[in-house]
């Protein structure tokens, strides 16, 4: 069977970009750049960006393109005869569709909310009334786990119409949806009156919040270097999958580096949303969902037009949600085609059935299953959110850099001369000694530091 091809250059960068561009991006990454002292932790950030994330994404697609198999058969390929190498695909696999689990029912929150907004449910509602119709949606098992299911038909039915006419088609639409909407919302949050305020807390310079004491300078420089490595959702063969889709016109690292920056620039520009609108109205803008169901419905309710800023808006957060689960879901679905020679009829179907099958107790865990807690971790969907991003992202980023450095992988030459073929930017082959033992020691380092209050909580420290 030939191997799917993207049609265009462009449909590679806005897919990749679109599974990169993630939820993180809106409820973490604009709230972190505010508390660490604005444009001086984005500074720290890239740094972090150029050293750690960038490097790997780049040894992902070069495994791809190499191989022109997902992470299903990638390794097989490249793996010098004897290794043992491709069993790491299991757990890439296993990491795929724990992201899934969780993934998908936060989409569906999104996707309640643009008719939430619409209808005007939230008219002059107060801060506590919007937590109040956020709680009563999760509380519903079968308002939760229909939007869920909804979430995945709509990925999975872009995915069935294959590569070109489907996920790189349709993605591309949202992907320049995304942007233009984005686009609105900034220059309508800009303009309002005391946004200028939000703007200084959000992105001017202050030092002081890195440099202050060596307490200080860790919590940035652990939060930038967090951020930066978990938003390019490196380490699991969801970029692995479109770098075997390329041709070798272009290096990989150009691509890279233009994936990363569209992934940037929709943080930055999600900031210049939150904190004018939130400084306007008088409301302290905080981290995760609480952000984006609690505290910015109201807010948009102020603005004159509420009901379409507060719909757009939403509208933005289903297609950022949706564009990484269609990415995610095609990596899954690449895999049951390359280790069984399914068509992509038969995997969409298995999926149809098996991912909302796994992504229920996520659902539930809100309502029927919300018992269900472990000590230092949380929920089912706090559960599954830690086993990806603080153990298999990390592990499979590990297995990526040694693979491509190591002689008993695919070796440092060849994965040059992948990452290199094509015009553009080129990867430094004096960068060796960095990611053989700089970039192990950060990941291990990230790891630990999120596994230690665990532990301490544990151990009862």
């Not at 907004?117 to 002059?124: I, P, T, V, W």
């Not at 999600?270 to 904190?275: A, P």
């Not at 990484?324 to 999926?351: C, H, P, Y």
């Not at 596994?451 to 301490?456: D, E, L, M, N």
């Amino acid at each position: 069977m030939d191997r799917e091809k993207f049609g265009s250059r462009l449909g590679f960068i806005l897919i990749s970009a679109g599974c990169a561009i993630g939820l993180g991006n809106v409820w973490r990454f604009p709230y972190i750049t505010g508390m660490y002292g604005g444009s001086a932790f984005v500074f720290l950030y890239l740094i972090f960006l150029v050293i750690l994330g960038l490097p790997i994404m780049v040894m992902e697609f070069a495994v791809g393109r190499a191989s022109r198999r997902s992470i299903a058969r990638a390794f097989d390929e490249l793996e010098p005869k004897g290794g043992h190498w491709h069993r790491f695909k299991w757990i890439g696999l296993a990491g795929n569709y724990l992201l899934m689990m969780f993934y998908t029912t936060v989409a569906g929150w999104m996707l309640a909310y643009v008719p939430k907004m619409a209808s005007g449910q939230f008219a002059d509602a107060t801060t506590t009334q919007s937590e109040a119709i956020f709680n009563e949606l999760l509380a519903n098992p079968q308002a939760v786990a229909f939007w869920m299911i909804l979430a995945c038909a709509l990925a999975l039915g872009v995915c069935s119409l294959g590569l070109q006419k489907g996920v790189e088609r349709i993605t591309k639409v949202l992907m320049v949806c995304l942007l233009a909407i984005i686009g609105v919302l900034v220059v309508r949050a800009l303009t309002l009156p005391g946004a200028g305020e939000g703007v200084a807390f959000y992105l001017a310079p202050d030092f002081s919040k890195i440099f202050s004491s060596p307490e200080a300078f860790g919590g940035a420089a652990y939060a930038a270097m967090g951020q930066a490595f978990f938003t390019l959702s490196i380490g699991m063969g969801s970029m692995e999958i479109f770098g075997s889709y390329i041709d070798r016109e272009r290096s990989l690292l150009g691509e890279a580096v233009t994936i990363a920056g569209l992934d940037t620039g929709m943080a930055l520009a999600t900031g210049l949303i939150i904190f004018p609108a939130c400084f306007a109205f008088g409301v302290a803008p905080d981290s995760g969902p609480g952000l984006v169901f609690i505290t910015l419905p109201p807010v948009f309710e102020q603005m004159w037009l509420g009901h379409l800023w507060g719909a757009l808006f939403f509208v933005f957060m289903s297609f950022a949600a949706l564009s990484t689960v269609i990415a995610v879901f095609e990596a899954i679905l690449a895999f049951a085609m390359d280790q069984w020679g399914w068509s992509r009829k038969k995997a969409v179907i298995v999926n149809l059935i098996l991912i909302p099958l796994l992504s229920l107790p996520c659902a539930l865990g809100f309502n029927v299953l919300s018992s269900v807690v472990l000590p230092g971790i949380g929920d089912i969907q706090a559960i599954e959110d830690f086993l990806v991003s603080n153990n298999i992202l990390l592990l499979g980023s590990l297995v990526f850099v040694a693979f491509c450095v190591s002689k008993h992988g695919w070796g440092w030459k060849n994965f040059l001369a992948e990452a290199n073929a094509g015009k553009g930017l080129r990867y430094p082959g004096w960068i060796k000694p960095w990611m053989q033992f700089g970039v192990p020691v950060l990941i291990v380092v990230i790891g630990v530091m999120g596994w230690a209050p665990i532990i301490s909580q544990w151990l009862g420290l």
